[in-house]
């Protein structure tokens, strides 16, 4: 599944963010709105990632999601 494909189906996909990130609330997750780059910004504000670690993880979250 691509990027594109999550932002379209951000509402059904919330929970599975939510599973894998519990430290996001769902304002978090309605503001995010299926953009990857505010994904990314707010995981390594609540979880103090580097920008190479959230990017491999968005990227293995990807990968594992189903089309």
Do not use: C, S
Request: aromatic content about 8%; cysteine-free.
């Amino acid at each position: 599944m691509n990027w594109d494909q999550i932002q379209g189906n951000w509402k059904q996909l919330t929970g599975q963010v939510k599973e894998k990130w519990g430290k996001l609330t769902d304002d978090d997750l309605t503001m995010i709105a299926g953009k990857r780059d505010q994904l990314a910004g707010i995981l390594q504000e609540r979880y103090g990632y580097a920008k190479e670690h959230v990017e491999k993880a968005l990227d293995e979250f990807t990968n594992g999601l189903k089309p």
